[in-house]
């Protein structure tokens, strides 16, 4: 019973007590909270209030993160990270919710803010317990995965080294089905090796403990795909397919449902659902405080651009934005007022005689961007994110470099990635644009908040200055 797995992948038992686990966690850490600040434990109705509120909202939000999920396969990190976003947003309801009613000044903040830490220590603490249990149970035998992979080929190799490098998820290759000839009776990577009908054969007639069957065969093998699934009819193990594309140029791939018709997404944008909505506040939000601190800098540019030259204070050039839709950004204006022919935008060069001397100023310490913070109230741009460029040079770029419009999956942002990597400035050779490209890339498929504030950061100390500025 151990081997073939004590616990399958949260069971709808284990999941509802996991449910009712963080919810007492979240009741508990109030009252134990409560005592620490009040050295008793009446907790007066609104206190009561609050942790009914909180464990409703818990029992509403965590489930959106897939924190019921098996995370069998995935790292700690990556589940801890997901435990504090989930929890941050419970809380910022809270607030928002003290904020609209009025009725903040009724609770102790230090009890608020000992609540908050607590319950993130224990939703943590529980999950920590829980893979470290699973763990101890996987190293003594139990709870692992018998697998068979179909297709002892390139992609079949490939998922063989994966569980190999990975064997803290429990699940053990015992065997390679295919239909080479050569193959058959002998060992790749390891692992032996059997035709198809002899592995469905010894299958059926429960000769070999197999709790899965992958297949990793060609997309083109379709029909036989078909065949071994009717070959496996009779049996009960669960049967998953390992796509072969690892041959595209994949982005933010994942497997989703749209009408209860289950599709592989190749290439889509992580700002969806819940990340779309934490991008936003954290958009917003930083915006505001960013502009409020520094208005007055803004207005003392705005003074030195006008005294520099004849011509407005900003800027504007349209660029294209999320999905590729034109916007308009803001930025100080740094040249002297010019017209180009036939609609060319020339990139600045080091010595540009069009750039003013306060100009050149603005743009070596990257102070002419600052206006586009109100790019990012208007919703056209995000703090952090691929840089936008003309329209012209997305139509000279876009056929020299490959996936050079998937930049646009995301808003365009003040800073990125690119840009606290040396990748800023003039892009004179394709060479240049192409690591720019590659770093926005990285950024989209890497997003996460931690990821933004940390690109924010290191703005701070290697984003502004720069040599390549001019």
């Keep these: 019973m151990f081997k073939q797995g004590l616990i399958k992948e949260y069971s709808p038992v284990f999941s509802f007590l996991a449910r009712l686990l963080d919810l007492a966690v979240v009741v508990l850490g109030g009252v134990l909270a409560f005592y620490l600040r009040f050295d008793h434990l009446n907790l007066t109705s609104g206190y009561e209030l609050v942790l009914v509120l909180g464990a409703l909202l818990a029992a509403v939000i965590l489930p959106l993160f897939k924190l019921y999920h098996s995370w069998r396969g995935k790292g700690l990190w990556q589940q801890i990270w997901m435990t504090t976003v989930a929890w941050s947003v419970v809380v910022l309801i809270l607030v928002l919710l003290a904020f609209g009613t009025k009725s903040g000044a009724l609770y102790s903040r230090y009890w608020a803010v000992i609540w908050v830490m607590v319950v993130w220590a224990g939703l943590v603490l529980v999950r920590i317990l829980v893979r470290v249990a699973f763990n101890y149970m996987r190293r003594k035998g139990m709870n692992h995965r018998h697998i068979v992979v179909v297709g002892a080929g390139e992609l079949g190799q490939n998922v063989a080294r994966q569980l190999r490098d990975a064997q803290w998820v429990g699940y053990d290759l015992v065997a390679f089905w295919d239909d080479d000839p050569a193959l058959q009776g002998t060992e790749v990577a390891g692992i032996p090796v059997l035709s198809c009908e002899e592995g469905c054969r010894r299958l059926e007639e429960k000769n070999q403990d197999v709790d899965e069957v992958w297949l990793a065969l060609p997309l083109r093998a379709e029909k036989r795909m ?100 034109p916007i308009t950004v803001y930025k100080f204006r740094t040249m002297k007022v010019h017209e180009e022919k036939d609609g060319q935008v020339t990139q600045a060069k080091r010595n540009d005689p069009r750039v003013t001397p306060f100009g050149a100023f603005l743009r070596r310490t990257s102070l002419d961007e600052l206006p586009q913070f109100f790019n990012v109230l208007q919703g056209r741009m995000s703090i952090v994110g691929p840089r936008p460029h003309a329209l012209a040079h997305n139509e000279m770029y876009k056929e020299q470099v490959e996936a050079y419009m998937q930049r646009h999956r995301v808003k365009p942002g003040i800073t990125g990635w690119a840009q606290i990597n040396g990748w800023r400035g003039e892009t004179d050779t394709l060479d240049k644009m192409e690591k720019r490209v590659e770093y926005d890339l990285y950024y989209i498929e890497n997003w996460s908040l931690w990821f933004d504030l940390k690109i924010i950061f290191l703005t701070l100390f290697k984003g502004f200055v720069h040599q390549k500025a001019y």
């Design 226 to 325: 078909r065949e071994i699934l009717q070959m496996l009819r009779h049996s009960t193990v669960k049967i998953r397919l390992v796509p072969d594309i690892f041959g595209f140029r994949l982005l933010n791939h994942s497997i989703t449902e749209v009408a209860g018709v289950p599709v592989l997404d190749l290439r889509a944008s992580p700002m969806e659902g819940v990340n779309r909505l934490i991008k936003a506040v954290e958009d917003r939000v930083l915006a505001l405080v960013i502009l409020v601190l520094i208005s007055p800098l803004l207005l003392v540019i705005a003074i030195g651009v006008k005294l520099s030259s004849p011509g407005p204070v900003l800027f504007k050039q349209k660029r294209h934005g999320w999905d590729g839709k």
